[in-house]
């Protein structure tokens, strides 16, 4: 069982940078990639980016690509969503995930949600 817990939403207008964490317990960190997913009232949850176990490989959605990067310290038990030149659109519930795989649905363990909100 890995639980997880994310911070770093807020309120912040368009052109600014947020940085999200995602704080891990339970097992090895280092067994499990990573995923960070968005949803919007009444639309499918998101992939937005996810990390392999030791940080050599990224994924990214390309409405985000070159505006947001992920990273992971595995000392610290955490990874990173480093959101940069917001827009509105990427207002939503932000939920990082946990699975034995990086890949972009499907995964085993899930946080509850720190919600970001872009104004215009």
């Known amino acids: 069982q890995v639980q997880l817990v994310e911070s770093g939403g807020g309120l912040v207008q368009a052109g600014g940078s947020l940085r999200l964490s995602c704080a891990a317990s339970?097992?090895?960190?280092?067994?499990?990639?990573v995923g960070w997913f968005r949803q919007v009232p009444g639309k499918e949850r998101m992939f937005v980016a996810g990390?392999?176990?030791?940080?050599?490989?990224?994924l990214y959605a390309d409405s985000v690509k070159g505006r947001f990067t992920i990273s992971r310290d595995n000392a610290k038990n955490t990874v990173y969503l480093q959101m940069n030149s917001l827009k509105p659109e990427d207002t939503a519930v932000y939920y990082c995930?946990?699975?034995?795989?990086?890949?972009?649905?499907?995964?085993?363990?899930w946080g509850q949600g720190t919600q970001v909100t872009v104004s215009s």
């Open positions: 995930a946990a699975d034995r795989l990086l890949k972009r649905d499907r995964y085993d363990y």
């Open positions: 339970g097992r090895t960190f280092s067994d499990y990639a």
């Open positions: 990390i392999s176990r030791f940080g050599a490989t990224t």
